[in-house]
């Protein structure tokens, strides 16, 4: 334990010096969150190791020997981190406990750097760096080429305030177009770029990169007669400083959360980067009562944005076969946390996707969430590697019955031939009664894969023969006679489903949720799409050659068609019960990518209705898409379209084409 702890004091020291002081961090952010955290548990379990120089007890790095040096009259200190709702109400919580019931100033949290200026009779005499908190880097005449700081205030005043020095993401762009024209190496974000240009010994240098401020902390209030930090705002915003306007005072903590949940859509559309939400407790005798630690106010927290791209250990690549017989790779991950959720495991797809991104057992990878969904390794970080990493090697058996594998011609993916493999019969099994195909809730995962087990259920008609086995399952642990009767009653409402939704859970290979409810539209019963001819199949929008000939195939297969006639028998629907399609010029045959927030409709909603018209719908704008319908907050689909010259429909537009 103590060597984990030196280690991490270690760590985080030498991550420190190269982010506060050299402008050049060597990990991420969710990388320093996560090792910092584990030494604040350290320390809490076992106080009786703490050191001196621990990163809990400074709140920042060194000062560059090239600048003189400046002394806070009142300490820079740093702010506590919470990154999920759960943490926001023990924040929370913790005030409320001191009897307080507390109002909050919300401001959003800009990735630049911190500043500290002080004036004398109201002109500007010195600017600096956080530092290390007690002494910071003296960047006055950096500062005074910013025209957003003010070189005299509205009032001959002496005062302190704090704020953040930081670059448009626009100037952002332009300086690193000038860099590539000059073959210099660009920025990685717009926080480097502000603080490099910050701590030029060159003031010129600084005043090209049109740098800019907003002031959000008076660090003593009180001396002002003043009582609450929102006036503190709006006090300085008087004397000629730039306060953000997007800051909020909020009564309550689901206010709180409203205006995080708003800032983390709106993000994407500012004019600059941000990387959170403060908080801070808004009455001045409230921040009083709740005090101090050495490190940071308790009075005050940043809410951290969830990381879209983190870094994490690829311990171990496994295989799993699927309900085609299909074998996929799946990266093992040392647990992380991206966007709210823990990742532990990815798919890598195919042998080819792992050759193409060159991952070996060992790596550390970069991942994110595809769609903000699915998670996704990105790429391997290669100049992490300590030559004790492993190559990957493609299987050439079944990992569950092991049979041989064989790869299609002119397909990627291997496959395990053996009809009877049980990995194959129970992922059949599992998509069977997905909520997106035949929707029976309760049937999870683990109970299909416990009842296949059991020999309750091997095949999908066995699903309907459940009810003869009531008793049984009553006496299975973690069920009774309400979880039995509600299991059975959603399998018998599954027997209604319209068509399109059991053409998908048959499993059919290449056909999807979308063309399965293409080919129950067009077909209306199951009979008549299992009498269609190869030729018309290809014909069909979102159709073609290939999964014409999967839909030939699969009905070829005696095996599939006995299935298909006692799931007839047991009185499964077989005809198509949705709305008709209903050709609307406006929408045929034409391809549309929803983005933003809709008041009207939900995007499934309106899904829905484009294909009932005759349309199809697509996820991603590309030179195919022939309308972009935008709601509210549409974010970059919507440049894409404007980029590229697509068609763009409001939603009033919209609704007047429906009606």
């Known amino acids: 334990m103590e060597d984990r702890y030196l ?5 985080i020291n030498e991550a420190d010096y190269n982010y506060h002081t050299l402008d050049n961090p060597t990990i991420t952010d969710q990388e320093y969150d996560s090792y910092l955290r584990e030494l604040y548990e350290i320390e809490e379990k076992n106080p009786d190791i703490v050191r001196d120089d621990s990163p809990s007890h400074r709140a920042g790095g060194k000062v560059l020997s090239e600048f003189n040096k400046i002394t806070h009259k009142i300490p820079m200190l740093s702010l506590s981190n919470v990154f999920n709702e759960e943490e926001i109400r023990l924040f929370d919580s913790r005030i409320r406990k001191e009897g307080i019931i507390p109002k909050y100033v919300c401001e959003l949290k800009i990735d630049g750097l911190s500043v500290s200026l ?9 600017a600096a760096t956080r530092g290390d908190g007690i002494t910071g880097e003296d960047i006055t005449n950096n500062v005074k080429t910013i025209k957003t700081v003010p070189l005299v205030l509205n009032k001959e005043i002496d005062i302190e305030v704090r704020g953040e020095i930081y670059i448009s993401k626009k100037m952002f762009n332009e300086v690193n177009k000038t860099r590539r024209e000059k073959g210099l190496e660009e920025f990685q974000n717009c926080r480097n770029l502000a603080a490099g240009s910050i701590r030029q010994l060159d003031s010129s240098v600084a005043a090209s990169r049109k740098l800019d401020s907003w002031i959000y902390h008076l660090p003593n209030p009180s001396d002002y007669g003043i009582k609450t930090h929102y006036d503190a705002l709006m006090f300085m915003k008087d004397l000629g400083f730039k306060v953000n306007p997007n800051n909020k005072l909020v009564n309550n903590i689901d206010e709180l959360l409203d205006f995080i949940d708003t800032k983390s859509r709106e ?12 908080i801070k407790l808004n009455n001045i005798s ?39 017989g299909q ?20 798919t890598l797809h195919n042998e080819d996707y792992v050759k193409q991104k060159d991952l070996k057992i060992g790596d550390t ?19 992490r590697r300590s030559g004790n990493e492993k190559d990957f090697v493609m299987i050439a058996n079944c990992p569950i019955c092991g049979s041989k594998l064989i790869k299609k011609e002119g397909q990627v993916d291997y496959y395990c031939t053996n009809l009877k493999c049980d990995a194959r019969n129970i992922e059949k099994l599992i998509h069977f009664v997905d909520r997106h195909a035949m929707n029976i809730t309760g049937l999870g995962e683990r109970i299909i894969e416990d009842f296949y087990n059991m020999g309750f259920i091997r095949n999908i008609v066995d699903i309907y023969n459940l009810k003869s086995h009531r008793e049984d399952l009553i006496e299975l642990e973690g069920f009774g006679n309400k979880s039995v009767d509600n299991l059975l009653l959603a399998i018998e409402n599954s ?37 269609a001819k ?52 406006a929408f045929l045959n034409k391809t549309f990518v929803v983005t933003g927030t809709l008041n009207n409709y939900s995007r499934d909603e309106i899904k829905e209705k484009i294909e009932n018209f005759g349309g199809r719908t697509s996820e991603s704008v590309s030179k195919k898409t022939n309308v972009v319908i935008v709601g509210e907050n549409p974010g970059s689909k919507y440049d894409k379209a404007l980029k590229l010259g697509i068609e763009i429909w409001n939603e009033e537009e919209l609704v007047s084409k429906i009606n």
Do not use: C, H
């Open 534 to 585: 190869l030729e018309e199949l290809i014909e069909i929008n979102d159709v073609g050659e290939i999964i014409a000939k999967s839909i030939i195939d699969y009905f070829s297969n005696e095996e599939n068609i006995r299935i298909i006639d006692l799931l007839k028998k047991i009185g499964i629907n077989i005809s198509y019960t949705g709305e008709k399609i209903k050709e609307k010029e």
């Open 327 to 346: 074998i996929t790779p799946n990266a093992v991950l040392d647990p992380v946390l991206v966007q709210g959720s823990t990742i532990r495991r990815a």
């Open 286 to 324: 409230d921040q009083k009562i709740m005090g101090f630690t050495a490190k940071y106010p308790k009075w005050a927290t940043a809410y951290k944005f969830p990381a879209k791209v983190v870094l994490t250990k690829l311990k171990d690549i496994i295989f799993t076969v699927g309900r085609t």
């Open 495 to 531: 027997k209604n489903n319209s068509l399109e939704r059991l053409i998908f859970a048959l499993g059919i290979e290449q056909v999807g949720e979308k063309t399965a409810k293409v080919l129950a539209k067009k077909y209306e019963t199951l009979d008549n799409l299992m009498n």
């Open 118 to 126: 002080r004036y004398e009779k109201g002109k500007l005499v010195s």
């Open 7 to 11: 280690e991490l004091i270690k760590i």
């Open 365 to 383: 990878v970069s991942i994110r969430k595809a769609g903000d969904v699915i998670p996704e390794v990105i790429e391997s970080i290669k100049e």
């Open 267 to 278: 993000r994407d559309n500012l004019p600059y980067d941000i990387d959170g939400i403060v």
